[in-house]
C-alpha cells in the first residue's frame, strides 16, 4: 500500500548550521502536508503545512519544500538549535485521513 | 501548551480487559482525531469525530470505538485489549471537520501499557 517514509532515521548536525530532514509520500492524492515535532514525552507539536498547489512555505527560521513531481517534501531548519532536537515527522493527508512517517531524530550538537 | 488535555496520563492493564481514555479538545474546536504511536513510530490515526459522529476511521477493528460529547470531549474505548495495543494514544483537536484537514493541535497522550 501507500505510505509516507522519511530517508534518514537520525541526523546530527552542529550548533548554527541548517539541518535539512527529507521525506518521500507516494500517495498522489494527497494534498496537505504538514511538519511536527515531538520531544520526549509530548505529543507532536505543529511546525508548518503547505498543501498541494504550493512547492515552497516559509516560517521563522523552517522552510518546507514540496516536490510533487518526486513526492518529495524537506524540512529545512536554519540555524539549528539545541532546543530543536526532537524527533521530526512529515504528514500527508488526503480528505480526513492523515498518515505520519516514522520519523527522523534530530541531534544537534553543541 | 496546545489547551489540548488527556486522561490518565499512564495506564496499565492486562489483556483481556477493557480501557477508556479521555480528551479535553482546545476551545472552539469541534473535532478530535484519535491516533496510536507504537514505541519509535509516528502516529497512526484510529478515528476521528466531528458534531459527535464519526468522520473517518483508519484500518483499527471494531474493539476501538470512540464517542465525543456535546462540549466536544471525547472518549477513547478499547476492548479486549491485546498486548500490541501497549501505546501512546493521542488525540488532536481541529475546527473544522469538513473534507480539508487543517491545523490540529495535539496533547500529551495517554501512555497504556498492556500485561
Known amino acids: 500500500g501507500e505510505s509516507v517514509g522519511l530517508h534518514l532515521p537520525t541526523l546530527s548536525v552542529q550548533e548554527g548550521d541548517n539541518s535539512i530532514i527529507n521525506c518521500a509520500y507516494s500517495?498522489?492524492?494527497?494534498?496537505?502536508f504538514i511538519w511536527y515535532k515531538q520531544e520526549s514525552g509530548k505529543g507532536p507539536q505543529f511546525i508548518i503545512d503547505i498543501r498541494s498547489n504550493m512547492d515552497k512555505r516559509q516560517g521563522q527560521r523552517v522552510t518546507v519544500l514540496l516536490n510533487k513531481t518526486v513526492k518529495h517534501l524537506s524540512l529545512q531548519i536554519a540555524a539549528t538549535q539545541p532546543g530543536d532536537s526532537a524527533v521530526y515527522f512529515c504528514a500527508e493527508s488526503e480528505a480526513n485521513d492523515m498518515r505520519f512517517g516514522a520519523g527522523t531524530r534530530l541531534t544537534v550538537k553543541p | 501548551e496546545t489547551g489540548v488535555t488527556q486522561s490518565p496520563t499512564h495506564l496499565i492493564k492486562t489483556r483481556g480487559q477493557q480501557v477508556t481514555l479521555r480528551c479535553s479538545s482546545q476551545?472552539?474546536?469541534?473535532?478530535v482525531s484519535w491516533y496510536q504511536q507504537a514505541l519509535g513510530q509516528g502516529p497512526q490515526f484510529i478515528f476521528q469525530?466531528?458534531?459527535?459522529?464519526?468522520?473517518g476511521r483508519g484500518n483499527f477493528p471494531p474493539r476501538f470505538s470512540g464517542l465525543q460529547f456535546p462540549n466536544y470531549s471525547s472518549e477513547l474505548n478499547v476492548n479486549a485489549l491485546e498486548l500490541d495495543d501497549s501505546a501512546l494514544y493521542l488525540c488532536?483537536?481541529?475546527?473544522?471537520?469538513?473534507?480539508?484537514?487543517?491545523?490540529?493541535?495535539f496533547g500529551p497522550g495517554t501512555r497504556l501499557t498492556v500485561l
Open positions: 469525530y466531528y458534531r459527535e459522529e464519526e468522520n
Open positions: 500517495n498522489s492524492a494527497s494534498d496537505y
Open positions: 488532536a483537536s481541529l475546527r473544522g471537520g469538513g473534507p480539508v484537514v487543517t491545523e490540529q493541535f
Open positions: 476551545s472552539g474546536h469541534n473535532t
